[in-house]
């Protein structure tokens, strides 16, 4: 009799779905015969910039070293970090990719008799681990697209172990200014933590956007995650990291997997750092993509949601999945965002001019196709 193995595993996993990243350029040259290098990618919130050149040299240095296991406490870029931030060492916890941190801090936290609190239409992550590790989710219903603070305060109950809050929100670009953020930290109990998802926060620019690692020392419940995969161009790789108080860290850092950074990531993580002028650029070109494409859907008379981050969710209607079909067939690759709950929206990354022009090319011809075909 043949063994059902799905039964066989923890409940939570069970009713789980893989993550959908967004499709490789390899996978659609494939599917279509198509030429991977005509292929524009605005699927997954890269930098378009290409990585810096100071990371790329030291990238390059670390390779010699590949016989080796990385440092498993990642003391440079440790050291980096709190240098740039202003925290101790042992408030670090070090990632394979911010996901990889999101996850350790649910396992740490939450169980099968917690509650975590997470917005509607927030990162898909939140879900995945709550159910994983056979916690119940809350989902919080969301006012203009982005999270209701409010609500989410009041959501709280004696089961809750964790709250959620990406600022900026993927995929929506929602953003909270840091009166706010503060006057929810102050609503949530000391025993329950926070968990600020601040992957975006390197586009922020103005004062009245919050720096959560600013917020840690009134708030010792706060955690605060980011990564080195937007603005510093290092998506590849998969580095991100965590800053607490020593004492979540150090819970963190004992779920947290021996040599999960490695060495090439260490190494050109460390020394993106230091390029501020690259940082600069990517900010540069993130503004002007953002107002390329948005002046391009205010043209075509479509509604979206106006972002924060480097991408924005864009409306087409209920003809969605054939737009994104269509576009697919001009070489182009956005992202379907109909897993989150918003089947008439499509998430466009800012590329670099030229990209964004080809986009908005293909969109208009996309959607006069998919029309046609509905």
């Known amino acids: 009799m043949a063994v059902d193995y799905q039964s066989l595993a923890v409940k939570g996993v069970q009713a789980l779905s893989p993550y959908q990243p967004g499709k490789p350029i390899e996978e659609l040259a494939r599917e279509l015969g198509l030429n991977p290098a005509e292929i524009v990618k605005l699927a997954s919130n890269e930098n378009p910039l290409g990585p810096s050149d100071k990371a790329m040299a030291a990238a390059r240095k670390a390779l010699e070293e590949m016989c080796l296991y990385p440092d498993g406490n990642g003391f440079d870029l440790k050291q980096a970090l709190s240098k740039r931030f202003g925290v101790g060492m042992n408030q670090i916890t070090l990632g394979n990719g911010s996901n990889d941190v999101l996850e350790v801090i649910a396992r740490c936290f939450a169980d099968s008799d917690s509650e975590v609190v997470f917005s509607q239409y927030a990162f898909a992550v939140y879900p995945i681990v709550t159910q994983a590790i056979g916690a119940k989710g809350v989902s919080v219903p969301a006012r203009d697209w982005g999270h209701d603070l409010d609500a989410m305060a009041a959501a709280v109950t004696d089961r809750t172990k964790l709250v959620f809050v990406a600022n900026p929100n993927n995929p929506t670009g929602t953003v909270h200014e840091a009166d706010a953020i503060e006057a929810f930290l102050d609503r949530i109990p000391e025993r329950v933590l926070v968990v600020l998802d601040e992957a975006y926060c390197e ?172």
């Not at 995650?225 to 290092?234: I, Y």
Request: hydrophobic fraction near 45%; aromatic fraction near 8%; proline fraction near 5%.
């Open 203 to 374: 586009y922020l620019t103005g004062d009245e956007y919050p720096d959560g690692t600013k917020l840690l020392a009134r708030f010792p419940n706060l955690i605060v995650c980011r990564t080195f995969s937007k603005a510093w161009g290092l998506a590849a790789l998969r580095v991100g990291y965590a800053i607490s108080s020593p004492e979540i860290a150090d819970i963190l850092n004992r779920v947290r997997q021996p040599f999960n950074v490695d060495t090439v990531a260490l190494a050109a993580a460390t020394a993106v750092l230091e390029d501020e002028a690259y940082l600069n650029r990517s900010r540069e070109v993130n503004e002007a993509g953002l107002r390329q494409l948005c002046e391009g859907f205010d043209r075509m008379g479509l509604p979206y949601i106006p972002s924060a981050g480097n991408f924005v969710a864009v409306e087409v209607g209920e003809q969605a999945a054939g737009v994104y079909q269509a576009l697919l067939a001009h070489g182009v690759i956005v992202r379907p965002v109909a897993g989150y709950g918003m089947p008439c929206h499509l998430r466009v990354s800012v590329g670099l001019p030229e990209e964004i022009d080809r986009f908005l090319d293909a969109l208009a011809e996309a959607l006069v196709s998919a029309g046609e075909g509905g």
